[in-house]
C-alpha cells in the first residue's frame, strides 16, 4: 500500500473513531412539561425511559417554558436514567447546564453559542449536534468547526416548529454524500414517514410528538427502532 493510500485509510478511521460516540437510531426528544406530548412533570422521566426500552438510542431533553430551576431538576433527573441505559443524554441550547450536570453533550441551534465555545466548556468527549435546517453549507461549516453530527429539517409539519423551514430528501441525499458525519432528520417525523429519511442516508431520525405523544411511546420507538434493521436500509461509513 503506497504512502497516500495509508494516510487516507488513517484519515478514514480517525474520522470513524471520532463519531463512533454518535449512535445510530432513533434520537427522542421531550417536549415541554405539561404539553401533551411529553405530559406532567412527574411522568417525564418515565416516559423517557419507555422510549429508551422501546430502542431509542440517544435522549434530548428540551423545554422552552421550564425555569432554570425546573430544567435542572428535570434533566439532573434524566441524566441519571439515561446513565442506567447507557444511552446518551443531550442538553437541546445550554452548553452551561449540559456541562454542569456532565450530560453527554449540547444541541445548538443558529442563535446558540459557537461550535468552539461549546467544545471548550464540554471537552472533547462531549457530543455537538448542530440545526442546519435547510442549508447545506451551514451542515458543512459545522462539521469544520467540530461538530459531532448535524440536524436538517423539517420534513414533514411539525406541531412543535410550525413555521420551520422545509428540507427535502434531495438536500439529505446530497449531504450524504459530501458529509463523513452522522446526519439526523428531524420535523414531522412519525413511524410511518421515517423509512424514506433513513434511506435517503440520516443515521439518526429525532422525534418528539411520534413517540411521546403516543398512546404507548414504547411501541412508537420499537416500531422507529425496527427501521434501521430493515433489508433495504442504507449501511453508510
Known amino acids: 500500500m503506497n504512502r497516500a ?50 430502542g431509542a438510542h440517544m435522549v434530548q431533553y428540551r423545554d422552552k ?42 444541541h445548538l441551534g443558529e442563535r446558540d453559542m459557537p461550535i468552539g465555545e461549546a467544545r471548550a466548556m464540554l471537552g472533547e468527549h462531549a457530543i455537538i449536534g448542530v440545526s442546519c435546517y435547510d442549508d447545506i453549507s451551514r451542515a458543512l461549516k459545522a462539521w469544520q468547526a467540530g461538530a459531532d453530527y448535524i440536524a436538517f429539517g423539517s420534513f414533514s409539519p411539525s406541531p412543535t416548529k410550525p413555521d420551520a423551514v422545509r428540507a427535502t430528501l434531495d438536500l439529505l441525499m446530497r449531504a450524504r454524500a459530501a458529509l463523513p458525519i452522522p446526519i439526523c432528520a428531524i420535523g414531522g417525523i412519525m413511524p410511518a414517514n421515517a423509512a424514506p429519511l433513513i434511506r435517503a442516508g440520516a443515521d439518526l431520525v429525532a422525534i418528539i410528538s411520534g413517540v411521546f405523544a403516543q398512546t404507548d411511546p414504547e411501541a412508537a420507538a420499537r416500531e422507529v427502532a425496527a427501521l434501521f434493521l430493515a433489508p433495504d436500509r442504507d449501511v453508510h461509513p
Open 65 to 106: 417554558t421550564a425555569s432554570a430551576k425546573q430544567r435542572q431538576e428535570r434533566a439532573a433527573a434524566l441524566c441519571t436514567l439515561c446513565a442506567e441505559y447507557r444511552v446518551p443524554l443531550i442538553i437541546n441550547d445550554d452548553a452551561a447546564l449540559a456541562g454542569a450536570l456532565r450530560a453527554d453533550g449540547v
Open 5 to 54: 493510500a495509508m494516510d487516507t485509510g488513517s484519515h478514514a478511521s480517525l474520522a470513524s473513531a471520532r463519531y463512533a460516540k454518535v449512535p445510530r437510531g432513533l434520537y427522542a426528544i421531550t417536549a415541554a412539561c405539561g404539553s401533551e406530548t411529553t405530559g406532567e412533570p412527574e411522568t417525564l422521566v418515565a416516559n423517557v425511559e419507555r422510549a429508551i426500552t422501546g
